[in-house]
């Protein structure tokens, strides 16, 4: 408990100090696909693919009675500016399209976002239908507010390595409508799967940069604005692709707070990051300061752990910027998840309302224009 506690102020000893107690969520992994359905894991399972982590056994495409659950949750308090609770959700642009990639079988297609609810909507009507629209009400409502987590949530070039070489647990996961429990591949190590921009070669760059540019702009065109903040998959983004999203007029990065940075061509570079605005970097650095992961066992209970790691943010005079993923509150493969993790989620929201009634709500991008502001 000592060591956490230290822990848990050390890493506010750095960054933009907040005028006001800000609290801001910063959900990872919306409209991803994952698992397809409950059916699709079993089919998984049975072929004799690795399920154990919470990901590949819980993770699917949010439905509309996740959405449901959720706002009503989030809508059950207010900040002291009277605002509710808002989920900053990390969202993608696209997903596979399994009907093409199947056809083709040599190179990846994608789909857009409104086309993955369409097709699950006709699919699985009974859990999709609805949820798009459900989206756009939440975003109206100030509950949700979608920011750019990637065009895909996978490396597309070891994608079509397993394609190209006849990959059998990428066959299975295809003609299921999943991509979980994939391995990486000895040609481009250390890069897993879901590392959308995770380097093995400095010859991969170009590729990042054109999904980049590409997802950018399928992102405005899906959601109708452009994203003010960006958090790569798994953290991984080589420095010199900054530009690239600045240029998609991203104004601050998702960053961790110590990594050991891939270069390319086996180089690598250590890196320490604190919320504000770095040396010699145009964008604004964002890095998230509480962990908030209901559905995962830590070895502490994850209120009091998320309620002491706000209190520490707090008394440094930063930012709380919890750090959760949408596994937590999805129920689509298991009910009883999404019960569990909107409970602890509730009860967070409680304790932080009643401890500090003068808190504000914000959003990341709302977020982002405060430490403008205030520089």
């Known amino acids: 408990m000592i060591k956490q506690a230290l822990l848990d102020n050390l890493k506010n000893l750095r960054g933009w100090r907040a005028p006001r107690k800000f609290v801001a969520f910063a959900v990872d992994d919306y409209c991803s696909v994952r698992v397809a359905s409950a059916k699709a894991l079993g089919n998984l399972q049975r072929a004799g693919l690795d399920i154990s982590g919470r990901f590949d056994r819980l993770d699917a495409v949010e439905t509309r009675q996740d959405l449901e659950a ?40 994608y789909e857009s976002v409104p086309q993955t609810f369409a097709r699950l909507s006709y699919e699985q009507r009974p859990a999709y239908e609805g949820a798009w629209a459900l989206w756009q009400e939440g975003i109206r409502k100030g509950l949700i507010q979608p920011q750019f987590h990637g065009r895909e949530h996978f490396n597309v070039d070891l994608f079509e390595h397993k394609l190209r070489s006849g990959s059998t647990e990428l066959r299975v996961n295809l003609e299921n409508n999943s991509v979980a429990a ?41 959601w109708g604005l452009r994203s003010v903040t960006f958090t790569p998959p798994a953290l991984q983004l080589h420095p010199s692709l900054y530009r690239v999203v600045e240029e998609g007029g991203v104004r601050s990065i998702d960053k ?15 890196e320490m990051n604190h919320s504000g605005r770095q040396r010699g970097q145009v964008h604004m650095t964002v890095v998230r300061n ?9 070895g502490v209970e994850p209120v009091e752990h998320a309620t002491a790691q706000v209190a520490a943010a707090f008394r440094w005079g930063r930012p709380a910027i919890i750090s ?6 999805g129920g689509h493969l298991d009910e009883a998840n999404r019960t569990y993790g909107l409970d602890a989620l509730r009860r967070l929201l409680r304790r932080i309302v009643e401890r500090w009634p003068e808190v504000e709500f914000v ?11 205030v520089e």
């Open 324 to 329: 959760s993923h949408r596994v937590n509150y």
């Open 70 to 109: 959720l706002f009503t949750v989030l809508d059950s308090v207010r900040g002291g500016d009277g605002r509710p609770a808002i989920f900053t959700a990390y969202a993608l642009s696209a997903n596979p399209d399994f009907a093409r990639i199947r056809e083709g079988g040599k190179n990846y297609e």
């Open 182 to 222: 994939l391995s990486g591949e000895p040609s481009m190590p250390g890069v897993g799967f879901t590392h959308a921009f995770g380097l093995h070669a400095r010859s991969e760059l170009a590729r990042h940069e054109e999904i980049l540019r590409n997802g950018l702009d399928l992102f405005q065109k899906v």
């Open 256 to 270: 961790p707070l110590r990594c050991v940075r891939a270069m390319g061509n086996g180089e690598q570079r250590r």
């Open 290 to 298: 509480v962990v908030f992961e209901p559905c995962t066992d830590m």
């Open 363 to 373: 959003s990341v991008d709302q977020l982002i224009d405060r430490m403008e502001a």
